[in-house]
C-alpha cells in the first residue's frame, strides 16, 4: 500500500512536538499503511533557528530546567497515547556524559531543578528529544529532512506539493505549517523611523529576534531609545552590557554591581507599564489548587447570550480564578494571616460574585492583614497614575520596584503570589476554547483580548530569571539602564530621536538610536517567509478579523482552527489537508515548552493536529 506522506514546514519545537505525535497516534489510524514524513527546515531539527546552538552563551531560558518538557504525560487530556519523556533537568542528569560542549559540560555541573539553563542546553536537549522523536516512529515509517526552505505550495488532484528554494518538491498528503515566529516587513510607522534616520545619519533597529539582529551600530556611550521592557529587552541589555565585556560582582549586601568595560551604550527604556517584568517565582506552593475551579467556558458561553464583551463577560471569571489560586494557598500555606480555615472562606468566596461588596467584606473579615489582599489593578500598572517630579525620582521608584519584587520572588512569606499565578495558567488553558468560539465582538477581541490581556498575562507569567533582575538593578544604579516612564511615546525632531512618559512632565530624552525591544506581531500579510506570503496573495491563508459597527478587528493572524489547527478559509471554512500551528495563527498554545503535570494547551494541539493530519491523509481529505 501506498505509505501516508505528512510534509511538515519548520522543524524547531513545534514541528518536533506533531512529529512526536505523528509517531504515538501511527499505529492507531495508519492501520497496515506505512508513514513518510519530510521535515522541511534550513536549520537543525529540534533547536531549529531560534533555540539554535549558535548564539550567544549569555541568552538563558526564563523557566527553570525542571518546568521544561517537550512531552505529554498522565495530565495531558488528549485523544492520543501518553508517551512521557524527561524535563530538561531530568535529561540533563541522565546524559551529562554525552555533552561534549565545554561550556554546556559546566553547566550542567551546577544545573538543580530551578537553574534557568541556557540557550545552548535547551539546544542539546531538544536535539535529543528531535532523536527521541524519530525513534519513536513505527516500523517501516520514513524522515526526510529537506535542508531547505519552502517557498510555495500548490495543489493538484488532492496531492500538495511542497515548493522547495532548490526547485525540489515534495509530495505530500497533508502539510502541517510550524514555523514559528515570522520576521514581516515594516509597519508604516517603522518605515517612517528608518527613512528618517537614514536622512538624518542615526540608528533605528525594528521589532524582531534580539539574538539576530546587528547590533554593532550602537555606539559606546551613545544615548540609545528602547521601546518596550520584556524579554527582548533583558536579551538586548545581556547583549550590549555582559556581551560587550562588562562584568557583575557581588556587593557587601548581597546585591550585584556592575563593572561597565566602556563599550556600553546607555539605555532609556520605557513601555506602557514603565517597568520590566517582574522575575520568576523560584518557590513552591504549599498545597496547589486544583484548577480551574470559577472559569469555566462552556458556562460562560451558556450564560453570555450573543456576543462577547472580555470585561463584561469573561474578566469577572478570570480575576475571581486568579484571585482562588491566590488566596488558596494564603489560607492554607499562611494560617497565621487568616481569621478562618479554608474550608469556610471557600464556601463564602465561592457565592460572593467578583468585586462585588459581599467579597469585599469577606475578605476584610477574614484576611488579617490589608497588604495580603489581592489587588490585579496594581500588578496590572504597579506604577499607577504616579507622576514624578523629575526622571531621578522615576529611576529611584522603578529601582524600588525590582527591589520589590525581587523579594517577594524569592521569599516563601509571599508564596500566594505563585498561587495567582497558577490561576493565570489555569484560565490560559481555558481561553481557546472561547477564542474558537468566534463569540467576541471584534472590538471586545481586538482592544481587550488580544490588546489587554496578552498583555497582562505576558507581564506576569512571562518573567525573566531573577538574576536578570538583579542586573537591572545593578545597570539601573550604575546609569547604563535608565527607565522613561509609563505610557513612553515616542517621536523624531531636530535631526534626532525624542521619547518621554505623561508620568515626568518635562522630561523628554533624545537619543540618536532607536530600539524597537519586541518580536513582531502576526504575520498577515507582511511575512517574509515566502511560503507563508504566497499563500496570502493567492487567499491560501486568510487573516483572521472582523468587522463590527465600523470597527475592523485586524489580528494579522492567520485564521484557523483553535481545536486542530485546521486552516480556515475566508467562510471559516476548514482546508480538508492543510493544519498550522505557532504564534503566526489564532492557535493559542502560549509556547513550546510546557510545564510538567500542567495539560499544557500546546501538547493537547500538537496532539490534535498530528491526529487530525492523518486521518485527512487517510481519508482523503
Not at 192 to 205: E, K, N, Q, V
Not at 514 to 524: C, S
Amino acid at each position: 500500500m501506498t505509505p501516508v506522506v505528512i510534509a511538515i514546514v519548520g522543524a524547531g519545537p513545534s514541528g518536533v512536538s506533531v512529529l512526536e505525535r505523528l509517531g504515538a497516534n501511527a499505529a492507531e489510524l495508519l492501520g497496515d499503511r506505512t508513514l513518510d514524513v519530510h521535515l522541511i527546515d534550513p536549520y537543525e531539527p529540534g533547536p531549529g533557528r531560534v533555540w539554535r546552538h549558535d548564539q550567544s552563551p549569555l541568552l538563558m531560558l526564563n523557566t527553570m530546567a525542571a518546568h521544561v518538557t517537550m512531552f505529554t504525560d498522565d495530565s495531558v487530556v488528549c485523544a492520543g497515547p501518553v508517551r512521557s519523556g524527561p524535563s530538561l533537568h531530568t535529561w540533563a542528569r541522565e546524559n551529562r556524559a554525552t555533552v561534549t560542549d565545554p561550556g554546556v559540560a559546566r553547566e550542567l555541573e551546577d544545573l538543580t531543578e530551578t537553574s534557568f539553563p541556557t540557550r545552548r542546553l535547551q539546544s542539546h536537549y531538544l536535539t535529543w528529544v528531535f532523536e527521541r522523536a524519530v525513534a519513536g516512529l513505527p516500523p517501516g515509517a520514513r524522515l526526510h529532512h529537506h535542508r531547505d526552505r519552502a517557498v510555495d505550495l500548490r495543489e493538484h488532484g488532492g496531492r500538495q506539493l511542497v515548493v522547495l528554494g532548490g526547485g525540489q518538491f515534495v509530495d505530500a498528503d497533508a502539510v502541517v505549517f510550524a514555523v514559528g515566529h515570522q520576521e514581516v516587513e515594516p509597519t508604516e510607522e517603522q518605515t517612517a523611523m528608518a527613512a528618517y534616520a537614514r536622512r538624518h545619519g542615526l540608528c533605528f533597529i525594528p521589532p524582531g529576534y534580539t539574538a539576530d539582529q546587528d547590533l554593532s551600530a550602537l555606539r559606546p556611550g551613545a544615548p540609545v531609545l528602547v521601546r518596550g521592557l520584556g524579554l527582548a529587552f533583558v536579551d538586548l541589555v545581556v547583549l550590549l552590557t555582559e556581551g560587550r565585556g562588562g562584568r557583575y560582582v557581588e556587593d557587601v549586601t548581597g546585591g550585584l554591581r556592575y563593572l561597565p568595560s566602556g563599550r556600553e551604550p546607555v539605555l532609556h527604556a520605557g513601555s506602557r507599564r514603565g517597568v520590566p517584568f517582574p522575575p520568576k517565582l523560584t518557590y513552591s506552593l504549599a498545597s496547589p489548587p486544583p484548577l480551574p475551579r470559577f472559569f469555566d467556558a462552556e458556562r460562560i458561553l451558556r450564560e453570555s447570550p450573543g456576543r462577547l464583551d472580555f470585561f463584561r463577560d469573561v474578566w469577572p471569571h478570570a480575576a475571581k480564578e486568579i484571585a482562588w489560586g491566590y488566596y488558596h494557598e494564603l489560607f492554607t500555606a499562611h494560617p497565621e494571616r487568616v481569621r478562618c480555615g479554608l474550608d469556610e472562606f471557600a464556601e463564602a468566596y465561592a457565592r460572593a460574585p467578583w468585586d462585588s461588596r459581599e467579597q469585599r467584606e469577606l475578605l476584610r473579615r477574614t484576611v488579617v492583614h490589608a497588604d495580603d489582599m489581592l489587588d490585579l489593578s496594581l500588578l496590572d500598572r504597579p506604577l499607577g497614575d504616579a507622576t514624578f517630579p523629575d526622571r531621578t525620582a522615576l529611576q529611584h521608584r522603578v529601582a524600588g520596584y525590582l527591589r520589590d519584587v525581587l523579594d517577594r520572588g524569592s521569599d516563601p512569606h509571599h508564596s500566594a503570589d505563585l498561587g495567582a499565578t497558577h490561576g493565570l495558567l489555569a484560565v490560559f488553558g481555558q481561553l481557546p476554547a472561547l477564542l474558537g468560539s468566534g463569540r467576541f465582538s471584534a472590538r471586545s477581541r481586538a482592544q481587550d483580548v488580544d490588546g489587554w490581556w496578552a498583555g497582562f498575562f505576558n507581564h506576569l507569567a512571562s518573567g525573566p530569571p531573577p538574576r536578570r533582575t538583579r542586573e537591572l538593578l545593578a545597570l539601573a544604579e550604575a546609569g547604563v539602564v535608565r527607565f522613561v516612564g509609563p505610557d513612553m511615546w515616542v517621536r523624531t525632531a531636530r535631526g534626532r530621536f525624542e521619547a518621554g512618559s505623561p508620568a515626568v512632565p518635562g522630561g523628554t530624552v533624545t537619543a540618536t538610536a532607536l530600539v524597537e525591544a519586541r518580536l513582531p506581531v502576526g504575520a498577515f500579510p507582511t511575512s517574509r517567509d515566502p511560503l507563508l506570503r504566497s499563500l496570502y496573495e493567492r487567499g491560501g491563508l486568510w487573516e483572521s478579523s472582523g468587522v463590527e459597527d465600523g470597527f475592523r478587528h485586524r489580528t494579522g493572524l492567520t485564521a484557523v482552527d483553535g481545536w486542530d489547527g485546521a486552516v480556515l478559509d475566508a467562510a471559516g471554512r476548514r482546508h480538508p489537508r492543510w493544519f498550522a500551528l505557532g504564534p503566526f495563527t489564532t492557535a493559542l498554545a502560549g509556547g513550546n515548552f510546557t510545564r510538567p503535570g500542567a495539560n499544557p494547551v500546546s501538547s493537547r494541539l500538537t496532539d490534535a493536529v498530528a491526529r487530525s493530519a492523518l486521518l485527512a491523509a487517510v481519508s482523503g481529505g
